[in-house]
């Protein structure tokens, strides 16, 4: 199916609005064309159907810096990014290499199907001797010009992006196998210690290394769910069995600090299908704030219902949410501890709504206090 902007769309606005038609072919125009390309942020070009350069803002970027702009034009997007399969003008595209170019690929498909496509690009560059490695992600779409399909061809820098991804794959990888060789080493202490009065220092030495193990997954479970790669693991849970992780998890958490926890308003015991292990990290969230938001010596209460084919589980403070900062509740990275912050609200909309099929949401009044609550199907 086509899509996109088509001759007769462009006929149509021309006669609705003659006031706003651009008419490309002068060179007052063309050079107006050529603006608008150097005032966007993207490395952007409009190529014609044997991909070769008709005007682009290349030269904004660095590996193409020393061209100029008369050497763009009429070359292929490889030929001006010195990509290194390109040997002489002309290789563009003809290369055994090229069939996995997602410049090239991503083109071909825009202009085989006409319409916009997305893909992205490894690119290795070779300039004065060098070598340099690209990571591009391609958006390609057609635009038409007297009646002629020509391809918008737009290319975002996403090289740091890239690297800092795998950097944190090595990273977690890495740290959860040494956490793990530390938790076995507590373990072996727990099992072998003989000396009443260590008993309560290895617990809670093992308490600590829990929560940096859980602390570290939910790291690496928010960026998961954040890039849509998130797998969920349904089961069948009890209600009760959620509170009491979450119960000792926070207990034990320094941000309790003289602050007491009330579960006692759990009283049903019910069964739900759920990720318990995602509907523990919203609860531990709330519940952390909910500390942070009591005064020492002050309760937060973790309660659960169920209504219907609805299950409720909520987390209370006596504090007051200041209006400026509700409206701006969930938002990522908003935060009124500083810069770094901000995460917590945020995860539990991610995780509640987009992932668990619930809903996320809070009340805060004088008299009240605050409440965060999660409402989600049972799942049977």
Do not use: W
């Given at each position: 199916?086509?899509?996109?902007?088509?001759?007769g769309?462009?006929?149509?606005?021309?006669?609705?609005?003659?006031?706003?038609?651009?008419?490309?072919?002068?060179?007052?125009?063309?050079?107006?064309?050529?603006?608008?390309l150097?005032?966007?942020p993207?490395?952007?070009?409009?190529?014609?159907?044997?991909?070769?350069?008709?005007?682009?803002?290349?030269?904004?970027?660095?590996?193409?810096?020393?061209?100029?702009?008369?050497?763009?034009?009429?070359?292929r997007?490889?030929?001006?990014?010195?990509?290194?399969?390109?040997?002489?003008?002309?290789?563009?595209?003809?290369?055994?290499?090229?069939?996995?170019?997602?410049?090239?690929?991503?083109?071909?498909?825009?202009?085989?199907?006409?319409?916009?496509?997305?893909?992205?690009?490894?690119?290795?560059?070779?300039?004065?001797?060098?070598?340099?490695?690209?990571?591009?992600?391609?958006t390609?779409?057609?635009?038409?010009?007297?009646?002629?399909?020509?391809?918008?061809?737009n290319?975002?820098?996403?090289?740091?992006?890239?690297?800092?991804?795998?950097?944190?794959?090595?990273f977690?990888?890495?740290?959860?196998?040494?956490?793990?060789?530390?938790?076995?080493?507590?373990?072996?202490?727990?099992?072998?210690?003989?000396?009443e009065s260590?008993?309560?220092y290895?617990?809670?030495?093992?308490t600590?290394?829990?929560?940096?193990?859980?602390?570290?997954?939910?790291?690496?479970?928010?960026?998961?769910?954040?890039?849509?790669?998130?797998i969920?693991?349904?089961?069948?849970n009890?209600?009760?069995e959620i509170?009491?992780?979450?119960?000792?998890?926070?207990?034990?958490?320094?941000?309790?600090n003289?602050?007491?926890?009330?579960?006692?308003?759990?009283?049903?015991?019910?069964?739900?299908?759920?990720?318990?292990?995602?509907?523990?990290?919203?609860?531990?969230?709330?519940?952390?704030?909910?500390?942070?938001?009591?005064?020492q010596?002050g309760?937060?209460?973790?309660?659960?219902?169920?209504?219907?084919?609805?299950?409720?589980?909520s987390?209370?403070?006596?504090?007051?949410?200041?209006?400026?900062?509700?409206?701006?509740?969930?938002?990522?990275?908003?935060s009124?501890?500083?810069?770094g912050?901000?995460?917590g609200?945020?995860?539990?909309?991610?995780?509640?709504?987009?992932?668990?099929?619930?809903?996320?949401?809070f009340?805060?009044?004088?008299?009240s206090?605050?409440t965060?609550?999660?409402?989600?199907?049972?799942?049977?």
């Open positions: 199916m086509t899509s996109g902007i088509t001759p769309s462009l006929l149509s606005a021309e006669k609705l609005y003659p006031e706003l038609y651009v008419d490309f072919s002068s060179a007052e125009n063309l050079k107006f064309m050529q603006e608008v150097d005032s966007s993207l490395i952007s070009a409009i190529v014609n159907q044997n991909r070769q350069i008709v005007i682009s803002n290349f030269r904004r970027h660095e590996i193409v810096k020393s061209r100029s702009l008369e050497e763009l034009i009429g070359r997007p490889g030929e001006v990014l010195f990509c290194l399969n390109n040997k002489k003008n002309g290789d563009c595209g003809t290369t055994e290499n090229c069939q996995f170019c997602g410049i090239n690929q991503t083109l071909k498909q825009s202009q085989l199907q006409n319409r916009m496509i997305t893909g992205e690009c490894r690119l290795t560059s070779i300039e004065n001797s060098l070598t340099n490695f690209h990571d591009f992600k391609v390609c779409a057609p635009v038409y010009f007297n009646g002629v399909m020509y391809t918008f061809l290319l975002a820098d996403i090289s740091n992006e890239k690297r800092n991804l795998a950097l944190e794959n090595v977690f990888h890495d740290i959860m196998n040494r956490l793990g060789a530390f938790a076995g080493i507590i373990d072996i202490i727990k099992r072998e210690n003989r000396q260590l008993h309560e290895i617990d809670l030495l093992e600590i290394g829990e929560m940096v193990i859980e602390e570290i997954k939910f790291q690496r479970e928010l960026k998961a769910a954040e890039n849509h790669e998130l969920l693991d349904l089961k069948d009890f209600s009760f509170i009491e992780s979450v119960r000792k998890q926070i207990l034990y958490n320094p941000v309790m003289s602050r007491n926890l009330d579960t006692t308003g759990c009283i049903n015991n019910f069964k739900i299908k759920t990720d318990s292990t995602l509907l523990r990290r919203v609860l531990l969230n709330m519940a952390k704030n909910a500390a942070e938001a009591t005064a010596k309760t937060i209460t973790i309660f659960c219902t169920q209504h219907s084919e609805k299950v409720l589980f987390v209370h403070n006596p504090g007051v949410i200041p209006p400026d900062v509700k409206l701006q509740i969930f938002q990522r990275s908003f009124t501890k500083g810069m912050r901000g995460l609200t945020y995860s539990m909309k991610l995780f509640g709504e987009n992932y668990l099929n619930g809903k996320v949401y009340t805060s009044d004088e008299i206090g605050t965060f609550t999660i409402e989600l199907p049972t799942g049977s």
